[in-house]
DNA sequence: AACTATTTGTTCGTATGTATG
DNA sequence: GCATACATACGAACAAATAGT
């Protein structure tokens, strides 16, 4: 009925309690961003363990986005600084594995986004301005190649999710924006003829304007209109995406 | 100005190699939820590298989830159903590391589940019901470890966030609520005095009446007081477990 | 209870690749 | 070109855990 009287001695890997000492190492800020570890050797010797079970504690960390190794003379491991990359994987990760699916995705960035632009319209400054504002031109130019066609118009939604103020917000909106691009890509064979202009001229007027209302009413149009055509590819998707169901070749 | 025009032959390391193609077998269903993977010699046997280049693999989708190892006779590699457990974590190594505060946690909360509780009004039945009315019976006994009680007071989110039937806002809030947790047990010495009822009450209620506007307000109110409350506590917070700008022994 | 087979966990020794000075 | 320092990679061996006989 209670809970275990005794903790188990050693139940873990020995890599997994090298990564576990050495992260909160570097969260006890011990390491600084940017500072190196003690070589592989080195480290081998201090916890009094083999240079594979380094590496692959090593390896944990690097997963993880704490540090990154480069080999060479003045190579080891350095402690990087943590970023939302690692959140955006995890997502798309679930999303691969269907543990997300286009709707829910959809539905969250109808809350999310037009909440982002009106905090955005709250925030606006020359710099932030002139961003968007050349971000909304490159939007119009032609010839790009596809996958930087999508980068070109989501910019806008990274530009409000910086300026929104809140990282969590931000990287909420840097996750979905990659599982939407995920979507886009497999499914529209080109996406330079679709929505030509003035889709996200609106919202940006109305941030730049400060007035979040506005923002955020546009942007939930926006989003609306967008997700609708993302439901209907949801089908295109799956179809082409998910043999999981379909393989069973045996 | 144009991409490289030749991609390097191999510049990643061979266990990521060997990682990305176990995941993509796995993503294309070629391995099944708890199927187990050849074992790793016959992998390294397969894929022609050494066993530690596949251990290190394995380690890597270890820590993404996608399998869990077990040693033994009858162990191996098994495939593992992925969880939003992954998510929670990065969202935590975030959160250790100050890339998310406090208040932003708040503001993400403050929208996200009065919205969460509007759709499980929509979504009621007799099972959930019936968890719903047990989750808030617990609440009221007293006599609970300070883990447990904290535990036991976000059942109701948790359970709110399965009913709304969004997978996406169902991870958001488990991670939201572990962040949470995390800040509540640094700084309260002893959670079990604090809203000794009626605090999920009028959530609960509005939900199981089917009025999906007030329990959008109830949350709304639940998630205000509560975050008055968390705000006070982050200087405590940060002040006790932030020493990174404050060691600087030397 | 003891033995055996299988598989991961762990270590050591060694060789190779890579970047710095 | 060369020496140095480091990560990367391999092979062989043994330890530990687990299931079956």
Redesign the interface.
């Known amino acids: 009925m209670a809970g275990p009287r005794f903790k188990p001695i050693r139940q873990s890997r020995i890599?997994e309690e090298v990564a576990e000492q050495l992260k909160q190492s570097i969260?006890?800020?011990?390491f600084?961003t940017g500072e190196k570890l003690p070589s592989e050797r080195k480290l081998a010797e201090e916890f009094e363990v083999s240079r594979?079970a380094i590496?692959?504690a090593l390896?944990?960390l690097g997963?993880?986005?704490?540090v990154s190794t480069r080999q060479g003379s003045a190579g080891g491991a350095f402690v990087t600084e943590?970023?939302?990359e690692?959140?955006t994987n995890?997502?798309l990760?679930?999303f691969?594995?269907n543990?997300?699916?286009v709707p829910?995705?959809y539905?969250?960035r109808l809350?999310?986004e037009p909440?982002v632009a009106r905090s955005a319209a709250q925030n606006v400054s020359s710099k932030y301005a002139g961003r968007l504002r050349a971000a909304l031109d490159v939007e119009e130019l032609p010839l790009a190649t596809l996958t930087d066609d999508v980068d070109r118009k989501s910019a806008v939604h990274f530009i409000l999710a910086e300026m929104c103020g809140?990282?969590?917000?931000e990287?909420?909106v840097r996750s979905m924006m990659r599982l939407t691009k995920q979507v886009v890509e497999a499914v529209i064979p080109d996406t330079r003829h679709m929505h030509p202009s003035g889709l996200h001229g609106r919202v940006v007027e109305a941030v730049l304007a400060g007035d979040g209302e506005a923002a955020f009413a546009a942007m939930r149009r926006h989003a609306i209109e967008f997700g609708d055509l993302l439901s209907k590819m949801e089908n295109a998707f799956r179809d082409k995406n998910s043999?999981?169901?379909k393989?069973r070749q045996k």
Chains 1, 2 share one sequence.
Do not use: M
């Open positions: 890599s969260l006890l800020g011990q600084k594979v590496r692959e390896r944990t997963n993880s986005g704490f943590l970023t939302f690692q959140l995890t997502y990760d679930l691969l594995a543990k997300i699916s829910e995705l539905e969250v809350l999310v909440e809140n990282r969590f917000f990287g909420l043999p999981p169901d393989v």
